[in-house]
Every structure is written in C-alpha cells, then in structure tokens.
Nanobody, 125 residues
C-alpha cells in the first residue's frame, strides 16, 4: 500500500522561507514521479513542480518557477520543496503527490494517483 507522508509547513512572515518534505513509501522500485501542489483559499489546486527522484530530473510549471525549488532527498523516494521569499499570496494548503510518470512534466492534479495529507502554509504581511 502506498503512503505519501509530508512534513513541514507553518507560519512565516513575508520574505521568509520554508521547506516541506515528502516521503513516498510502498510504491516499489518502479519509476515514480513526485510532485508538489498548492491550493490557495477560494482557488483550485495548482501544480508547482515535480521530479523523478531516481534520475533527479525536475520540472516546473509557471506557478512554481522562481521562488520554489524541488530537491531530491538523500533518503529513498524523498523530495523537498524549498520555498524562498514567501509572499502572502503563497498562503494555502500544500500537498505532495505521486503523478502518473508519463505526465510528470505537466504537474496536473488530475493525473495524481496518490496524495499526501497536506500541510498549511501561512504567510503574513
């Protein structure tokens, strides 16, 4: 059984940084794509970035470019989302998920097969 386990999140002031972590367990040794998503209040969930941790190949969509970096962890099937220079509009629920591998670059929520539990990020001005 696949488990996507997240940690991190919290509250920061504008300009601050946060790192979220994600570990995927139970997926086996097949190629997997791990991605990050965000849902701001009153908005749809949007993709930010994704990665094939086995090859360290990463992808970004527009919402995730610039201040967000997806990083491969040293532990198996672990990725991080490093967020810099955070702004109030970055406030929302952040989720990690496994994405169907052929669609990894698109980071689309409709192509997710397993979701993490989500983490709240609040950026105050």
């Amino acid at each position: 059984q696949v488990h996507v386990v997240m940690s991190g999140g919290g509250s920061v002031q504008t300009g601050g940084s946060l790192r979220l972590s994600c570990v995927v367990n139970g997926y086996g040794s097949t190629q997997k794509c791990i991605g990050w998503f965000r849902q701001a209040p009153d908005n749809e969930r949007e993709g930010l970035a994704s990665m094939f941790p086995q090859s360290n190949k990463s992808y970004y969509v527009d919402s995730g470019k610039g201040r967000f970096t997806i990083i491969k962890g040293s532990a198996k099937d672990t990725v991080y989302l490093q967020m810099e220079n955070l702004k109030p509009e970055d406030t929302g629920t952040y989720s990690c998920a496994t994405i169907l591998p052929p669609r990894c670059p698109s980071v689309q929520r409709t192509l997710v097969n397993y979701w993490g539990q989500g983490a709240q990020v609040t950026v105050s001005s």
